[in-house]
């Protein structure tokens, strides 16, 4: 059974799975970052070509969420540097939520979509929720729980990119919070021993 999908030429696809490659490279480092707008320009970037990506293998339902992401993801970086703007936040929240829930629904009737697809919609709003939220963990949590569903997804539709870039988001936000219970560990191990020499002094 071929790999490439119906009506996408050959060259087009492995150009597409070159371009996932990259996604691959960029999500995986921006989960990495302790900054979260540099996490969500990031995000910003990578969906960028994922656009790129999914015009080539012709999936028009994927490219108008991803359309969406391009314009949510620098709003919300935009918006971490103006916490004091609180109900401009929210309306910037509910705008997106709304605008993703009513285009996903769409394209999940129009194109006549796996029933799968109303699962995968309340992740994304999930997620949607993590990425507005103040601190680095609820854009990552509720990130562990999309690309669970979007793992599943793909292997449903034989979506090795696909499963390849979400398996290797869950495995850096893993490693992010290895790096940050040890850093914290070590962190308050240094107080411990500044304050035992405090006491000896």
């Given at each position: 059974m071929s790999l490439v999908p119906e009506g996408v030429s050959t060259s087009n696809f492995i150009f597409s799975q070159a371009i996932g490659l990259i996604i691959l490279g960029i999500v995986v480092y921006a989960f990495q970052t302790k900054d979260k707008s540099k996490?969500?320009?990031?995000?910003?970037g990578a969906t960028v070509l994922g656009v790129v990506a999914n015009i080539l293998l012709l999936n028009w339902s994927i490219i108008i969420i991803l359309a969406?992401?391009?314009?949510?993801?620098?709003?919300?970086?935009i918006l971490e540097k103006h916490e004091d703007k609180k109900e401009l936040r929210v309306v910037v929240l509910v705008f997106f939520l709304v605008v993703t829930a009513a285009a996903m629904a769409i394209v999940t009737v129009v194109?006549?979509?796996h029933w799968f697809n109303w699962?995968?919609?309340v992740g994304t709003l999930l997620s949607i929720y993590g990425q507005w939220a103040k601190g680095v963990h609820?854009?990552?949590?509720?990130?562990?729980?999309?690309?669970?569903l979007l793992i599943i997804n793909a292997v449903m539709f034989m979506n090795i990119m696909g499963m390849l870039?979400?398996?290797f988001v869950i495995i850096s936000i893993i490693v992010f919070y290895v790096r940050f219970f040890k850093g914290k560990e070590k962190g308050e191990q240094?107080?411990?021993?500044?304050?035992?020499?405090?006491?000896?002094?």
């Open positions: 996490t969500l320009w990031l995000l910003t969406i992401n391009i314009f949510r993801f620098p709003s919300f970086a194109a006549d979509l699962i995968l919609m609820l854009i990552r949590i509720t990130n562990i729980v999309v690309s669970t870039i979400e398996t240094n107080e411990s021993e500044q304050d035992e020499d405090a006491l000896i002094s």
